[in-house]
Nanobody, 124 residues
């Protein structure tokens, strides 16, 4: 069973930056892709950014493209999310996710393992 632990969330003013980290442990199989999702109160969970290790492909949600950057190190079992120019609408619980399967890594259904989440709050 893969365990994912997020860190780096917190309270920040609009226009500020935060960097989220996700550390994975307990792997028996190599990761195929890792991603960041978020869920705001009363809203569905949505994809923020994801990366497929093979080929170095990255995918961003429309609302964060140009402001957020996903990076990672598969050998270190870690993925990061640099969030710049934060807006109040970015306020949500952010979740790290991982999949060992060759799957549609741009969709929530493509992921098998999830972290507990870290709260990001952006004040206006």
């Amino acid at each position: 069973q893969v365990q994912l632990v997020e860190s780096g969330g917190g309270l920040v003013q609009a226009g500020g930056s935060l960097r989220l980290s996700c550390a994975a442990s307990g792997r028996k199989f190599s990761s195929y892709a890792m991603g960041w999702f978020r869920q705001a109160p009363g809203k569905a969970r949505e994809l923020v950014a994801a990366t497929r290790w093979s080929g170095g492909y990255k995918y961003y949600g429309v609302s964060v493209a140009g402001r957020f950057t996903i990076s990672g190190d598969n050998a270190k079992n870690a993925v990061y999310l640099q969030m710049n120019s934060l807006k109040p609408e970015d306020t949500a619980v952010y979740y790290c996710a991982d999949t060992p399967r060759s799957t549609d890594w741009s969709q929530q259904s493509g992921y098998d393992y999830w972290g507990q989440g870290t709260q990001v709050t952006v004040s206006s």
